[in-house]
């Protein structure tokens, strides 16, 4: 059985947490003490219909009393076919950060749409960040057709408005699927009011979609995490380099390069949970040996000597600001790619993104919170990184704020 | 090159990597050990993450001093089998330097009582970062809340300052004072975690699986094993019924559940059938409001 992340964006109103509530409830990996507690919780609240199922996802109090989602709501959920993880992220645009975390680890976006008002700003916003993130699959909702009379034409028009406002972003898969989640009609099973549409139920679709991986190219790429080093008599010169398999594979024998030290060597041993293996696959942990001893800290790459990343002190990047305070010019931060970190500066913002557009709009040289925008960074040291499009976990970054430690951007490079 | 991973795999994955992250990033790290199946699952994650090197932390324990004798029991063999350090800080010695009321009722149960002795040993041994056991599909307060998780000087949890966290980047960061609470299985349901117990042989203390126990009935229903930490009256009744329990807690806020599970297998069919939610068949603690876990984390808890 595999594994499928993927992330809801919209707003309440859309039917977000409900069309959740309804997967969790129909494919029943709900409790019935939680049940019990949701309906006495509806009732207060006086909501007639069975069960507001908002209620599940809506873990914090400040949610609950506002009707909102502030932050991100992991939910989990299994079938025959498949484990699930949901990140339920919020819909409004002063909450753009928590959807960010939510959806960067995602290999599928559900974007809801109520059928009664077509795209809206919001759903422009949840796609374009969906492009800027490189989220594989893109599944458009088109949720409360129980209100529209099932209306194959609403649908139609629907999809025809989307295609055209998503054609600039490039977005590589996108599957259109009309459903009532109140009711359940197309999300569990197949609704018989909707004869017209041939395709899939919800469920059955994440049951089946394939899971892309983002990489497209396979060369190795591993970061050092941890050095181990037990200095124990019997393993006096044991020195391995703990870490994850971003992508590729590593086999003993390699001829590899550490950056950026720019030092060559040969892979001498790796070992996967004490067990000596051959070769070493993405996403694996493992401890690799060297055959020289070199000196490699936290945060060095290993890298095939044919397969070279790039190596710069300067790099163009795709940002998201999300410190509630503003950029101020000049400002140092540190650059954090995984376990490399650097200090680093924002040298030149090119220009912002507008977000329901897409379009490139002038920079004024101001960043503030949920600003997205085109920018150059240079860093004291050189970093090994490929572009985003390429490889998500080399090609993806924050900055911290040295001062108060928050993670004010993410960035993708390229 | 790929290789298809099954679901454990990469859970397993995520779980060994953020481990080596706080390895990589504190100075002074911990990992909070319960005698749980959560915490047993990390100390086996830890040993894939590290050896043949030592954990580059110790394991603390806050003894309530209601636990299970089988789960210290389990905890002293785990730790001389492993090698590795253990701290232990018992709630009792805080309730009387602090000069705190101790619990009361029939039930009398430490779990508030606890944060004191946790704040306590973070501030003692100056831990940076503490490894928890916490997942996410426990409880919805938990469901919201990040896998580095800063906290501030008083342990308390900001849910609306938590820092963004994206892809596999992992922002430890803090001023002196501060600590993180670092959840690696945050992922992993209580079926996760079960499945992965059987693929990975591990041993639990014994009373996860089925056995006969003097209990009594609580009002709601719950069977409550009886202990000396009791405080029974004349009108409880006590009955010894074949019970497991689902999550090993305090003997008086855990209850039992009536169960014929013998093996790891018999077990997950349980939960596969199971109608009621692992905590809110077993925890008393969570009962009290609608918003219990996050007031406790408010203030402190893990």
């Known amino acids: 059985m595999d594994l499928l992340r993927f992330f809801t964006a919209g707003n309440v109103d859309d039917g977000k947490s409900t069309l959740i509530g309804r997967l ?47 932050d991100v709501a992991y939910k989990y959920f299994t079938t025959p076919k498949r484990k699930f993880i949901i990140a339920d992220t919020p819909g409004h645009i002063q909450y753009t950060r928590n959807m960010f975390t939510g959806a960067s680890n995602a290999n599928l976006a559900i974007i809801l749409i109520d059928a009664r008002n077509g795209i809206t700003e919001q759903t422009k916003r949840h796609t374009i960040l969906s492009a ?44 259109f699927i009309p459903v009532s989640a109140l009711a359940g009609d197309n999300v569990v099973s197949k609704s018989d009011k909707m004869n017209w549409y041939a395709g899939k139920p919800l ?42 398999v971003f992508s590729g594979s590593y086999s003993v024998g390699d001829k590899v390069i550490v950056l950026p030290a720019n030092i060559e060597t040969e892979i001498s041993k790796i070992e996967k949970h004490q067990q000596e293996v051959e070769t070493a696959f993405e996403n694996e942990p493992v401890v690799i040996h060297l055959k020289d001893d070199v000196d490699i800290s936290r945060g060095s790459s290993i890298v095939k000597v044919n397969e070279l990343p790039k190596l710069d002190k300067e790099v163009e990047a795709t940002l998201c600001w999300m410190d509630n305070a503003p950029f101020v010019p000049g400002q140092k931060v540190l650059f954090q790619q995984n376990s490399f970190v650097t200090k680093g500066i924002i040298k030149e913002i090119s220009k912002k993104i507008d977000i329901h557009s897409f379009e490139n709009i002038e920079s004024d040289g101001t960043l503030k919170l949920n600003d997205i925008a085109k920018v150059i960074i240079k860093t004291a040291d050189n970093i090994t990184y490929d572009n985003y499009k390429t490889n998500r976990n080399t090609g993806s970054f924050i900055l911290v704020n040295e001062n108060t430690n928050n993670t004010v951007a993410a960035g993708t490079i390229g | 090159m790929k290789q298809k991973l099954d679901y454990l795999d990469q859970l397993e994955n995520e779980a060994i990597y ?20 959560d915490s047993i699952c990390l100390v086996h994650l830890a040993l894939k993450a590290f050896r043949p090197g030592k954990f580059p932390f110790p394991l603390v324990h806050v003894d309530t001093g209601h636990n299970f004798p089988e789960a210290l029991q389990y905890r002293d063999n785990l730790v001389k089998e492993i090698g590795e350090n253990l701290i232990v800080r018992k709630v009792e010695d805080t309730i009387k330097a602090k000069k705190l009321q101790d619990a009361k009722g029939k039930f009398p149960s430490r779990n508030a009582l606890q944060t004191y002795t946790l704040l306590d040993v973070i501030e003692e041994f100056e831990f940076d970062a503490c490894i928890g056991g916490a997942r996410r599909d426990e409880e919805k307060a938990r469901a919201k809340e990040r896998i580095f998780s800063v906290r501030d000087e008083f342990g308390q949890w900001d849910p609306k300052k938590q820092r963004p966290e994206l892809w596999n980047i992992y922002n430890g960061k803090i001023n002196k004072g501060e600590n993180v609470r670092v959840f690696p299985i945050s992922n992993w349901t209580e079926l996760d975690v079960w499945n992965y117990i059987k693929r990975e042989k591990i041993e639990l203390p014994n009373i996860y699986f089925t056995h006969e126990r003097e ?38 806020c855990t209850a039992a559940v009536e169960s014929e599970a013998y093996t790891i297998e018999d077990i997950i069919n349980e939960i596969k059938e199971a109608k009621i939610s692992e905590r809110g068949a077993t925890r008393m603690d969570d009962k009290i409001s609608e918003a219990a876990m996050e007031d406790r984390k408010k203030s402190g808890y893990f």
């Open chain 1, 24 to 70: 969790l409830f129909d494919s029943k990996s709900i409790s019935t003490d939680i049940i019990e507690t949701l309906t006495k919780q509806s009732k207060t609240k006086g909501i007639d219909t069975d069960i507001d199922l908002a209620l599940l996802t809506d873990g914090l109090r400040a949610e609950r009393e506002q009707g909102i989602t502030i």
């Open chain 1, 132 to 175: 800027i993130l490189g989220i594989p699959h893109l599944v458009v909702c088109i949720n409360k057709m129980d209100l529209v009379n099932f209306s194959e034409e609403v649908y139609n028009n629907i999809l025809l408005d989307f295609n055209a406002f998503a054609k600039p972003l490039q977005l590589k898969d996108i599957s």
């Open chain 1, 203 to 244: 469920l059955e679709f994440l049951e089946t979609v394939e899971v892309k991986e983002n990489e497209q190219n396979n060369a190795a790429r591993f970061q050092v995490q941890y050095v181990i080093r037990p200095q124990t008599t019997e393993l006096h010169d044991y020195r391995g380099y703990a870490g994850k």
């Open chain 2, 18 to 37: 953020i481990l080596r992250e706080v390895a990589g990033q504190f100075e002074k790290p911990a990992l909070l050990f319960s005698g749980g199946k």
């Open chain 2, 215 to 252: 209990c009594v009935v609580t009002e709601s229903g719950q069977l409550m094993a009886n202990s000396e930490y009791l405080k029974l009256d004349g009108s409880d009744v006590l009955t010894t019924k074949k019970v497991r329990y689902r999550t090993v807690g305090d003997m008086t």
